[in-house]
């Protein structure tokens, strides 16, 4: 029979999946590289960050930083306090999250349907401020006892879980074929670890391209924070290692959401916008690849979270984007 014991036993092993419209290349038929799509919401928590909480407690655990009924202490909105809940409640630990108050009401209710304690402290306040998601977190750490925090910025196991689990499926399932991967900058984890693994295992051939929003960090140029979630941080982390990319392709906030519907519409992957996000810049790179080049993009998440952002049309129009991308059935003038 084929029963696991154990959620976490069902991180990673990802599929890869050809992506055909959204890269508005179809006329390219037989001339056209091979881009494949890392979608990463098979992952239990619907993430890529399962991978970064199984692997970031398990250090903690042999480390002795985590014992028997202690608690995990993070600040974080999403992807990697749903990852780090599912390991709490199968590792028997408490599971505290400092959210700051501009998190979603379905954001806030999925990690506490995890079972999360989730303490939600104001955006809007200096992170020296007592009130503020650091200071909070700091304050938890120091009072709760038995408490970790595995700061996913700076801890190394978040790189390397992805050096040592999404990199080399990516090199199995394209029998070492894959000559270009893309993915997007957050914690700089993802990019760092798989990319990383790639070029070494591939004696430096793999090209490593990262995705980031347009303009000065978190701003787009705009002013206004940067409206795609998961990717931009004003500082380097920790966990990115700039010397693995050979390329850092910027994505204006329209062209990621434009890409993130197509995603849904055209090829059935209904993603989050950082996906899209990765796939603007897998699109560039492709435009310069030829028939033999395989190119990996990871998609994050999954796209049930942005159901009243990215894929509301009235939330779209009032941020200036076009509901309908350009470039998709039904539009005209499709390029
Ligand atoms: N997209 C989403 C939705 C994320 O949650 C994250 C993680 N912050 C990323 C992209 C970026 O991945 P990484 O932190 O490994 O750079």
Redesign the pocket.
């Known amino acids: 029979m084929h029963v696991s014991d154990s959620l976490i036993g069902l991180v990673g092993g990802t599929p890869l999946l050809r992506l055909r419209g959204v890269l508005g290349g179809g006329h390219r038929d037989g001339g056209a590289p091979l881009v494949a799509a890392k979608v990463e919401y098979f992952n239990p928590g619907g993430?890529?960050?399962d991978r970064?909480a199984v692997r970031m407690v398990e250090a903690a655990e042999r480390a002795g930083d985590l014992r028997e009924g202690g608690a995990i202490v993070e600040a974080t909105t999403?992807?990697?306090g749903i990852g780090l809940a599912i390991v709490a409640r199968e590792r028997g630990y408490r599971c505290l999250l400092v959210c700051p108050d501009t998190i979603s009401a379905d954001g806030l209710g999925t990690l506490r349907a995890y079972g999360a304690e989730v303490v939600v402290c104001p955006a809007a306040v200096p992170p020296g401020d007592p009130a503020s998601c650091r200071s909070v977190s700091d304050r938890l750490v120091r009072q709760t006892s038995g408490a970790w925090r595995p700061d996913?910025y700076s801890n190394p196991h978040?790189p390397l879980s992805?050096y040592e689990t999404t990199g080399p499926e990516i090199w199995a399932q394209t029998d070492g074929r894959v000559t270009h991967f893309v993915?997007?900058?957050?914690?700089?984890?993802?990019?760092t670890g798989a990319g990383g693994f790639l070029k070494e295992v591939s004696g430096g051939c793999v090209r490593v391209i990262g995705a980031e929003p347009r303009g000065p960090a978190r701003s787009g140029g705009t002013g206004r924070s940067c409206l795609v979630?998961?990717?931009g941080e004003d500082a380097r982390p920790a966990?990115?290692d700039p010397g693995v990319c050979d390329e850092v392709i910027a994505v204006g906030d329209g062209d990621a959401f434009a890409a993130t519907r197509r995603l849904a519409r055209e090829e059935g992957l209904l993603v989050?916008?950082?996906?899209g996000l990765a796939v603007v810049a897998a699109r560039a790179v492709a435009a310069g690849a030829g028939p033999e080049d395989v190119i990996v993009v990871l998609l994050?998440?999954g796209g049930r979270g942005y159901l009243s952002t990215i894929f509301d049309d009235a939330w779209m129009a009032a941020y200036g984007f076009p509901a309908t991308p350009p470039g998709s059935a039904g539009s005209a003038g499709s390029p």
């Not at 993915?183 to 990019?191: E, L």
């Not at 989050?272 to 996906?275: D, E, K, R, V």
């Open positions: 993430s890529v960050k970064i999403g992807n990697t996913q978040n992805h993915a997007g900058i957050g914690t700089g984890g993802t990019v979630e998961g990717v966990a990115f989050g916008g950082s996906g994050p998440d």
